[in-house]
Every structure is written in structure tokens, then in C-alpha cells.
């Protein structure tokens, strides 16, 4: 526990985070080893861009990879290499800063750079990656609006170089198996979703609160959980958004929104009705209903353990490292040429034209917005 | 089980509506019998007016009751008399029919009227019974909008009655928990309520599928629950509402509303994500998240048993008649004069002006709807 709070006040998340990343050491203790698996023949060299918590999460989470490998950094603040460099033994060869980073391209180490930096900055960082022909995970949300988001898919089509979201959960065997579930029909036809993320974020000054650097609040960050879960419930795209915001704490939301609900009509009929809050814990499930069964997950979007009720009992499924998992499931689409997770950035985009939806509702005070794919 | 199947089928509520009140009778068997109370000295003398299939619920239910007793009869169908006389020995002078209601108030043995007819019919039939000098309850929905509800209201002060709505909850150990808790900080502020309350209907020949005599659909019936949960979890009353409708089954559902999600804003800046269907079941459920603990319930709305999570554990209460306890409840009050429970005629209209307001949106496309108290 010790641990985890210094890391927790280390990286300004707050005390509200713990309930989002509860137990992810925990997990790593428990679920099977992937460390102890023998490392693939041929292993996806990554580089990490941008040191910030959660770069720092998925760091941990590399080591338990086979097929990916962290080798790399690019970072904005020399003094944290060293720490890096003695953590996770990287090369300088493989170290660049901001300035630098177009010479990437001439490095053969490297295969993909994951890009964690600042949510307004994405756009720009993928653009960067993929002119230095390397492949490219980008945190979600993919970027500040769904105009950027396809600029920024175009660029790596252009350059021939993948372009992926960090949608840990689709790697998670709980959020697998549910899908795995409604694709086989168990759950019948889908009647309703009802979804919530997020938690109580902490330090006032961090990135998060600041609209430049992350092109909104709650809606931006977690509400995208709610966006991505309402649709891996469905297997649907929306058609029309209402969202609706509340405030209760205007001085710490001066910039970014605080708390949003809001609601996709999908062509089938069903009504997602979904949330997401910087202010408040405990708020984290998803709930599907159909006519033949439903599901519930809770907790349903943090770091892990997931956990999951359906009419058939609890989702059996072993509780693994978001991150690893992640990171060994694009490596092995990338180096076996497997078929793409359904984690790109065409997904990425889909999530971001709900968003702008739910930000345009909010503008016209809860107007139904039609979504045009 | 075949006992309940016989009742389901025999009133025509369908399959559906058996997980609403899943459990009913294994409560009654479970439960400490109020029966083997000693009756009160003084009963409130009750009689039943609409003998469908809710009637003959609260009926059963009173069979429990101390302070309150069935003596008598509204009913517009004859061939219903004997067996109705046979199972609650009814004395035939407190036997009325819809031409000669108005003779009641002649009756020195009956004291109160509960109405259980189709909604529509809910603001003639309390007039009616306010005319004759008797208490009144009413039940749920309190008429078919609030100007019904304040002219009910109105009639009742002006005759010196009591007029309740059966809101049963508010009588139900768990339920009373969770508002006990609220009220006693133990939430800290509330910061969101998300419920859902429904299920699938049967028979399509129905009354509650008839517009011109349920008043609306699934909003009407029960998204009630949705309105008054959101309240009683809240304890403010709310400002403003915005209302979807999806409609996957246009044929059974031609003349009323299926499926409503709803959300109603509070002063404090609460925003209550709710919704109400006639065509899932395993809908019913009942959110609260406050800034220092959470409060879950589910099932949250049928007959029960009710069940209840918090951030405390799982709420011990015991499991109780509904019916038994809103009757004997209502009885102590106008009998011993204690105060009102939080189920009277007002009660009703604040919910009422909440539906007002949510078919108000639903016909502006989803447009934020104020309401005015």
C-alpha cells in the first residue's frame, strides 16, 4: 500500500485515482506470470513518449511482456532519465527530447513509439511518429476533436505505419469475454446500456484541469470509457447524442468540465445512458441488459481487477496487466501480421465524433446532435 | 411457483412482471408475520375500489395488517363479488358499484378508499370518494398530470380528507435505510443517482397499453419509481429535465411509451441518470453515490424482497409485505394522528410535475424542460 500511495502523490493523480488503479499491483502479484513465459523470438521495440504517470504504469507493465519490449524514451525533462535508464536499463542511443525527435527516424531500434504525452498534444505527436515511419500507439482520447483524429489517421496511412489507440480493455479477459458473450448472442437482443467512469481527481494544477493541455475535463478522459463501453456493449455506432453537465465545483472546473451525462441512440433502438465525473468515487460500472440475459461490470474500467456479473453467474477470467496485455496483443498484430485489435485508430476516431457530440449538445443546453460517421 | 405462474397469468401482468415481484409470497412466509400481532384496538376500515390484478395484491397483503383491515368494495364487474366476499369476508353492505359510489358516505363502516383503478381513471375516482367525506388513497401515478393532481389535491382539503399515494416504498425497511442514511449525512453530499426501474410487459390487450386509460406507458407506470427514487435519494427536488424515447416494438407499444431515459438536474448541481422500460427485465435497479459513501439497490422497486449495498456492507432490514406495512402505516397516521408519511397528494404532484416535464421534452426533441414547483 506504501508503495502505491508514494506512486499515487508522485505523479499528482490524488487519493481518487487509487480507487481507479486499485489493485493493479495487486494483480500483478496474483495473475500468472507472463515474465515467466519464455520472450518471443522477435520482440516489438517500443518507446515510450512522454514520462508522466502513466507512462510510468505501463513501464511497469512491459516488464511482464513477451513479445514487446520497452527500449526507448522521449521525454521534455532530462532529469528524469537517469531513474529510467537504471529502472528499465534503456540505451542513450535510444533516448530523444522534443527537439530531436524527427531523428528517430534513422534509428532501427525502434519499431513504435507510444505516445502518452498531454491529451491536446497527440495530434501533433502522432504526426511527428508517423513522419519518422514508426509505428504508433497514441492514449486515448485519440485527440482534442474527430477533425484532428483524421488528419492524424491519414498521416499514418500515408506513411505506412500503424496507428493504434491504448485501449487497455480490449485486452482484458473479463471485457473480452462480455464481448465474446453479446457477439454470440447469449445476452439476445441489447435493450439497454447504462454506463459511469470516473473518480475524484486530485492535485488542482495537473495537466487534466488545463482545457490547453487536455482539450476538455471528465468528458474528455474517462467519459470516453463510457463512449468506448457503450459501443463494445452494442457493437453498434450511434446515431444521435444529448449530454447534460453539472458544476458543483466551479473553482476547481474553472477550465475543464467536472461532471456529464449523456446519451447515445444507437439504429437498433437502445439508449445508452451514460456518465463520467471528475468529482466523485465509486462511480465505475457498466451495465448491459438484452432479452435473453445482461452483464454488469464493476469495476469496469480501471487498471484492474475488472470484475463482471452476468445471468449465468461471475465472469470467470483471469485478472492480468492492463498494459502488458496491451502491448503483447498490438505486438503480435504487428510482428505475426495478425489481424488488427479492434483498438485503432479508426476506433479511436469513432469515440471522438460521440465526444464532439456530447460537447456540441452541451453548447446547445442537451440538443439531440446527429452523429455523421 | 405455480401459485404465482396461476396469478401472473390469471391478471394478465405476464411473464415480465414476475421478476417485479419476484419473491412476494416466500416474503410473506419469511417475514415475522404481522398477523400474528395482536390487531389494534381501533382499525382503519379500507375498502378497495378497482379489483384488478394490484388489488388483489394490497388485498392479500392486508391479511397482515393490525391497523388497518379490508371491509369493503368498489368494483364495476359482479361476477367478481363472491369470491372476493369468500376469501375477505365482506359484508355485502359494504359492497358498492361506479352508479352508486355517491352512497358511501352513508357508510359509517368504511373510512378509506383506496383507488386501484387504470390511471386515467385515478382523478374522477378521487373526487368521487373526496365527495363522499372518505380518506383516500390513491395509487401510483397520482392522476394523468399535475393540474389533475392539484385539482385532487384541492377536493381532499376542501372535504377534510386524507389523501396518500401508494407509494409503498416509503414503508420498506431497505428503502427506509437508505433514506435514513442520506439524511443522516452518511452519503456526504449526494453527487449522482442513477436508477432504472421496468419490465416486460405481457398481455397486449392490456388497459396499462390503452393510452385513454394508463395516461402514458412505461414513464407513467413505472418510470414513477425512476422520479420518486431520484428523490428520495436526493432529498431536493428538481430544477430541470430532459427525456429520450426509443421505441423497438411499435405495434405493442402504438398507443404509449416503451422505453424513456430521463435525467432531472437538482439545485446542489445532482444530476439523477434515470430511465424506465416496458420491454427488458432485469431493469431495476437504484444508484446513489455521495462524496463519503454509496448506496446500491437491486432489485430496487418491486414487491420484494428489496435488496441493498453501501459502502458499509449489505443493508441488514428486514423483508416486510409492502402492502401490509404502506396499509398499517397510513392507518397509524390518521388514527393515531402521527405525522404524515412522506406519501401523501403533494408527493404525487411533485412527481407528476417531474413526468409532465419529461413528456414536455420528449415532444421538443430532448429541449431542457424547468419545471415550476
Known amino acids: 500500500m506504501n508503495s502505491r500511495r508514494d506512486f499515487l502523490q508522485k505523479f499528482s493523480l ?22 515467466d513465459a519464455p520472450k518471443a523470438d522477435k520482440q516489438l521495440r517500443v518507446a515510450l513518449m512522454g514520462l508522466g504517470g502513466y507512462a510510468n504504469i505501463v513501464a511497469r507493465g ?14 521534455g525533462t532530462p532529469s528524469k532519465i537517469p531513474e529510467w535508464k537504471q529502472k528499465y536499463g534503456i540505451e542513450d542511443k535510444n533516448i530523444y527530447n522534443y527537439e530531436n525527435l524527427q531523428e528517430i527516424k534513422n534509428n ?36 482534442d476533436n474527430a477533425k484532428q483524429a483524421r488528419e492524424m489517421i491519414a498521416a499514418c496511412e500515408k506513411a505506412g505505419v500503424k496507428f493504434y489507440i491504448g485501449y487497455r480493455l480490449h485486452f482484458e479477459p473479463h471485457t473480452r469475454e462480455l464481448i465474446r458473450m453479446r457477439e454470440a448472442g447469449e445476452f439476445g437482443k441489447i435493450m439497454h446500456v447504462n454506463n459511469y467512469a470516473g473518480f475524484t481527481i486530485g492535485d488542482p494544477t495537473q495537466w487534466r484541469l488545463k482545457k490547453n493541455l487536455a482539450g476538455g475535463g471528465a468528458m474528455m478522459d474517462v467519459g470516453v470509457y463510457s463512449t468506448n463501453g457503450a459501443r463494445y456493449c452494442t457493437g453498434e455506432e450511434p446515431v444521435w447524442v444529448t449530454a447534460q453537465e453539472s458544476k458543483t465545483d466551479p473553482v476547481k472546473f474553472k477550465d475543464v468540465d467536472e461532471t456529464v451525462t449523456f446519451q447515445l441512440g444507437f439504429p437498433s433502438g437502445i439508449i445508452a445512458n451514460c456518465g463520467c465525473t471528475y468529482n466523485f468515487n465509486h462511480a465505475e460500472r457498466l451495465h448491459v441488459m438484452g432479452q435473453k440475459g445482461w452483464a454488469e461490470m464493476n469495476p469496469a474500467f480501471g487498471y484492474g481487477p475488472i470484475r463482471g456479473n452476468t ?47 456530447v460537447y456540441e449538445s452541451l453548447r446547445k443546453n442537451g440538443a439531440k446532435v446527429f452523429i455523421k460517421q
Open 62 to 75: 512491459m516488464k511482464e511482456c513477451k513479445t514487446a519490449k520497452l527500449v526507448g524514451l522521449v521525454t
Open 311 to 357: 445471468h449465468k453467474g461471475a465472469i470467470d477470467a483471469p485478472d492480468v496487466n492492463h498494459q502488458a496485455y496491451q502491448m503483447d496483443g498490438i505486438a503480435d498484430a504487428i510482428l505475426n501480421g495478425k489481424p488488427d485489435p479492434n483498438v485503432t485508430g479508426h476506433e479511436g476516431l469513432k469515440d471522438m465524433l460521440v465526444i464532439d457530440a
Open 108 to 143: 532501427p531500434d525502434i519499431d513504435l513509439v507510444y505516445v502518452i504525452t498531454p491529451n491536446s498534444l497527440h495530434h501533433k505527436h502522432v504526426l511527428q511518429v508517423a513522419a519518422a515511419g514508426k509505428h504508433v500507439i497514441c492514449e486515448k482520447p485519440v485527440a
Open 14 to 35: 490524488g487519493i481518487g485515482a487509487a480507487a481507479f488503479i486499485a489493485g493493479a499491483e495487486n494483480v500483478s502479484a496474483a495473475a500468472p506470470k507472463i515474465a
